[in-house]
């Protein structure tokens, strides 16, 4: 009998694989991304097709194989109906962008711990938050799941310099400050004028705060913050900058999120 084993893990992705399969690509806290093959769940009668939707939490018994591991059997943990279900499509689109960038950012099969246990407090969070009434909301989740963003790219070591200008490396200041983001970080007004910067943008003394929090407190924390719209959105184009930078390639859900209300 082939050996096996059991892991948990959030669907990320799936794909027609030869007559009958699909492969599967889910993000587990013991192994990072792994890639399953599922005979059979190309054809609408197979029962495990319940238990594989996109960041479908679930239990998973995989068959190690020669090429593809197996998917011998799944149950689901957790669903997150909420963003699921969610009419105005806000949901549809966080879980296109969470599975999207985390698809491309995770590469190798090491464990991730950390990183994956935040990305589930992120889900827990945005499914009871969907379901709130608010003014720009879809802005607002996006904000949530960037804060998210910033501290899952300082996990995997790509952390951008948020504390103290890259050039001079004294303490930010407050006060006319850039994002440099070939360099990776902020640079202060007195260096911006002598160093040659292509690719950046000028950031808000209230959104270098929020990056600087985004580092230091916990998801949570910002539930209770009163963030202007323009800071929001400001913050929100800083970190599709950097997971742009760090992925190199374009992020495709953020088309969807342009036509959702
Ligand atoms: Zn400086």
Redesign the pocket.
């Known amino acids: 009998m082939a050996q096996t084993y059991n892991t948990t893990g959030l669907i990320l992705k799936r794909r027609d694989y030869q007559e009958n399969d699909r492969l599967f690509y889910v993000y587990t806290k013991d192994h990072g991304k792994i890639e399953i093959v599922a005979k059979g769940t190309k054809k609408i009668s197979s029962k495990l097709n319940s238990y594989l939707e996109p960041f479908y939490l679930v239990n998973l018994m995989i068959a190690k194989g020669k090429v593809f591991d197996k998917l011998a059997n799944a149950n689901i943990i957790k669903s997150y109906e909420n963003l699921r279900n969610d009419k105005e499509l806000i949901g549809f689109f966080l879980i296109n962008y969470l599975s999207e960038i985390i698809y491309n950012l995770i590469l190798g099969q090491t464990p991730q711990n950390k990183k994956y246990e935040l990305l589930i407090e992120l889900l827990d969070i945005l499914d009871v938050e969907i379901i709130k009434e608010r003014e720009n909301k879809k802005e607002w989740l996006l904000f949530l799941s960037n804060i998210f963003m910033l501290k899952f790219l300082n996990h995997l070591g790509y952390r951008p310099e948020i504390q103290r ?6 303490a930010i200041l407050l006060t006319k400050n850039i994002f440099d983001f070939s360099r990776g970080g902020v ?6 004028k002598v160093c040659l910067i292509e690719d950046y943008i000028k950031v808000s003394d209230k959104v270098i705060k929020l990056l600087q929090l985004a580092e230091t407190k916990d998801l949570k924390y910002f539930l209770s913050m009163t963030n202007g719209h323009d800071e929001i959105n400001e913050f929100n184009k800083v970190l599709q900058r950097l997971i742009l930078v760090n992925t190199e390639r374009p992020i495709k859900s953020m088309e969807f999120y342009k036509v959702v209300p």
């Open positions: 200008c890259l050039v001079c490396h004294k640079i202060c007004e007195d260096c911006k």
